[in-house]
């Protein structure tokens, strides 16, 4: 069965660096997200991603943040300074044409 | 704004047990529901979903859902759960935008056996 994988699995980084997650979607589904969930909190989203270029972003997705399709199965998500607060597992999805997605098992993101 | 509840944090039943936990949204388009569960240590996997058609759908492991479009609720139920189900269950509903989802706070399910 297809599934989406993301890595590292965990990740532990000092604050003010910069960290990149990585995720490999299923293959022929052509919809891109970013999740994050902070410990005991709900699922927040962050960004989709279609065609090459941003189709939506939350408040939480902001300039520290960026995403990227470098080739064509890989898609990141980039924190350019991490803060304490980024400490959250961060779950990639994938969709074909509807809103079914499909997540990654995520990357637990440490921040010290 | 699209928005969902659900209205149980924590629900702790034994094992044949029959379970319903409730989900209300707020939506003003295309009414699409979605019922995610998260195991203990797992990712989100999807249960089921709503789109059109017959208002009771049926997804995996027995899990099933109606939508009732009077009371805008899409309450999630199993006739006798199993200690395997113990997780968390989360609502959602498409965002402010056309391609993500807003999720509820989630109903952790405890099965003791």
């Known amino acids: 069965e297809p599934e989406v994988t993301q890595t590292p699995s965990h990740q532990v980084t000092q604050m003010g660096q910069e960290v990149i997650l990585r995720c490999v979607p299923i293959?022929?589904?052509?919809?891109f997200y970013w999740y994050r969930q902070i410990l005991g909190q709900k699922v927040e989203f962050l960004v989709s991603?279609?065609?090459?270029?941003?189709?939506?972003k939350s408040e939480i997705f902001d300039d520290q943040f960026s995403v990227e399709r470098p080739d064509g199965s890989n898609f990141t998500l980039k924190i350019r300074s991490t803060k304490l607060e980024d400490s959250a597992m961060y779950f990639c999805?994938?969709?074909?044409?509807?809103?079914?997605?499909?997540f990654g098992s995520g990357t637990q993101l440490s921040v010290l | 704004a699209q928005s969902v509840s659900q209205h149980n944090h924590h629900v702790i039943l034994s094992e044949a047990a029959s379970l319903e936990l409730g989900c209300n949204y707020s939506y003003g388009g295309t009414v699409n529901l979605f019922w995610y569960v998260q195991y203990p240590g797992q990712h989100l996997q999807l249960l089921l979903k709503?789109?059109?058609?017959?208002?009771l759908v049926k997804g995996i492991k027995g899990f099933e859902a109606e939508f009732i479009k009077s009371k805008f609720s899409f309450n999630l139920r199993k006739p006798s759960v199993q200690w395997s189900d113990t997780a968390e269950y989360f609502c959602?509903?498409?965002?402010?935008?056309?391609?993500?989802?807003?999720f509820g706070k989630g109903t952790k399910l405890s099965v003791i056996p």
């Open positions: 959602a509903v498409p965002g402010a935008g056309s391609y993500q989802l807003t």
């Open positions: 991603f279609y065609n090459n270029e941003i189709s939506e």
């Open positions: 709503y789109f059109s058609g017959d208002p």
């Open positions: 999805a994938s969709s074909g044409r509807a809103l079914g997605l499909f």
């Open positions: 293959s022929n589904h052509l919809y």
